[in-house]
């Protein structure tokens, strides 16, 4: 049963924004829109209270809406796109939350000059399909990406990467909507670093054009299998999570073995763990909260902190408000 105190924060929730606003969402937006809506079926660790307004926009111009709207009603707005790098808090997000998918798949040749070839990608591809359509068209220069489970707008926006490249290595320029106005940025201009760029925090990336180089498919393919044969044996591929939460703060020190080192792997917050596969990923034992995996961060960075003084950085983002 839900105590008087659990109804008023349930209540106030829904109540924040009005049914005169959700209806005006509803018949400006032509794809989906949804109110209350649970943000664990939205993020890979699977975890997360409602969000107040859930779009699936069908076009830029939805975007574009969107953003609009939000501003119009004074709501908080962000952008998601696998949720494969987030932890939303259990009492959910107040605002909108613009989900770029489906309809951002596309990848076209903008232009083709001897073995270069400049590609434009929709923010809504994931990661993995663009890399088989890569080694379909024998084009090296992002395979190091094999595993990221996002979207390509949510890679371009915190820089995802691996010891083998990150995506900003590879960016000409990113295209997004900023206040429902079009901008288009060359990479020199993102200050692409270790999972940064500079890319403002309301914005809606929507596409992102990209520099390959023409190779041979079959090594195309031989890399991507490699590092995914590799991510198979090191990494709890198999349970939800969200990849590594920590940065690591330097090459020999990484988060994952500062971690193990201050004895932590395995540890258990409710049904979230501490992977006693890798340190520095934290997995959901089926029926998680939030609060548990929020907790486990905590005594990762409070724990390694006091034995070796290293500061941890948080890698995934953490939004939204406590319940
Ligand atoms: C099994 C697993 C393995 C992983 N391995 C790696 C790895 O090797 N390297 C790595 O870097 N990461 C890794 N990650 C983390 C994650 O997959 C990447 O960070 C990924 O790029 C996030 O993309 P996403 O679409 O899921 O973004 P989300 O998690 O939805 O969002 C992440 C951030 O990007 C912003 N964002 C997302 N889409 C847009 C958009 N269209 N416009 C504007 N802002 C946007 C969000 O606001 C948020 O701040 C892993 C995660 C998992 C679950």
Redesign the pocket.
């Known amino acids: 049963m839900m105590t008087s105190n659990a109804c008023e924060k349930w209540s106030e929730a829904i109540m924040s924004v009005s049914e005169t606003i959700q209806n005006e969402f509803k018949s400006k937006i032509q794809g989906e829109v949804l109110f209350q809506e649970s943000m664990a079926r939205h993020s890979?660790i699977q975890v997360g209270g409602p969000v107040d307004i859930w779009i699936e926009p069908k076009d830029e111009n939805d975007c574009k809406v969107a953003q609009e709207l939000a501003q119009l009603h004074d709501l908080s707005f962000?952008?998601?796109?696998?949720?494969?790098?987030?932890v939303v808090r259990d009492g959910g997000i107040r605002g909108v939350v613009v989900h770029?998918g489906d309809a951002f798949q596309t990848v076209t040749i903008h232009e083709q000059k001897n073995d270069t070839y400049i590609i434009d990608v929709g923010?809504g591809m994931m990661?993995k399909q663009l890399l088989s359509w890569t080694a379909d068209q024998a084009l090296t220069g992002i395979e190091g990406l094999e595993?990221?489970?996002?979207?390509v707008?949510?890679?371009v926006?915190?820089n995802?990467?691996?010891p083998h490249g990150a995506i900003g290595d590879a960016v000409v320029s990113v295209t997004?909507l900023e206040k429902a106005k079009l901008v288009t940025r060359q990479a020199e201009k993102l200050e692409f670093a270790y999972?940064k760029a500079k890319?403002p925090r309301a914005?809606?990336?929507l596409s992102v054009r990209i520099k390959l180089e023409k190779s041979d498919g079959a090594a195309v393919l031989g890399k991507l299998q490699e590092l995914r044969r590799y991510r198979q044996s090191k990494?709890p591929?198999q349970q939800p999570?969200?990849?590594?939460v920590f940065k690591n703060p330097d090459k020999t020190n990484t988060a994952g073995k500062l971690i193990e080192e201050a004895g932590l792997k395995g540890v258990r917050v409710g049904k979230a763990q501490i992977s006693p596969q890798h340190a520095n990923w934290i997995v959901n034992l089926g029926g998680a909260t939030a609060n548990d995996v929020e907790v486990l961060i905590r005594l990762a960075k409070d724990t390694v902190k006091e034995k070796t003084g290293y500061i941890l950085e948080p890698e995934v983002?953490i939004i939204g408000e406590h319940s």
């Open positions: 890979t962000m952008t998601v796109g696998r949720g494969s790098n987030l770029v923010a990661m595993g990221v489970p996002g979207t707008g949510g890679a926006a915190m995802a990467g691996t997004w999972r890319i914005a809606t990336v990494q591929l999570s969200m990849g590594s983002k």
